[in-house]
Nanobody, 121 residues
């Protein structure tokens, strides 16, 4: 069974930094796109940043220049470095990945359980 496990959320003051991590585990062949989404109370889940296996990135306009996504393919892990955090960044952050599982050779989309990020003003 494939799982995505996130860590690194917490409470931080505005202007501070946090780094989120998400590690994939289980029986799979490879991981294609990996990314981060967030969902604030009462709002829809939104894209924050994604990265292809080859390293191509895509960011939401609201985080460009402040957040950076990177991954360690050898560790099946994706990171989100969040700098100059703002109160409006407060949300639950979810890891997402397209993973080719070993049992079927098909690629499925997986979500992590989410980690809370709270930015105080």
């Amino acid at each position: 069974q494939v799982q995505l496990v996130e860590s690194g959320g917490g409470l931080v003051q505005a202007g501070g930094s946090l780094r989120l991590s998400c590690a994939a585990s289980g029986n799979f062949f490879s991981i294609n796109d990996m990314g981060w989404y967030h969902q604030a109370p009462g709002k829809q889940r939104e894209l924050v940043a994604t990265m292809t296996r080859a390293g191509r990135t895509n960011y939401a306009d609201s985080v460009k220049g402040r957040f950076a996504i990177f991954r360690d393919n050898a560790k099946n892990t994706v990171y989100l470095q969040m700098n100059r955090l703002k109160p409006e960044d407060t949300a639950v952050y979810y890891c997402n990945a397209d993973i080719r599982v070993a049992s079927t050779s098909y690629t499925y989309n997986y979500w992590g359980q989410g980690t809370q990020v709270t930015v105080s003003s």
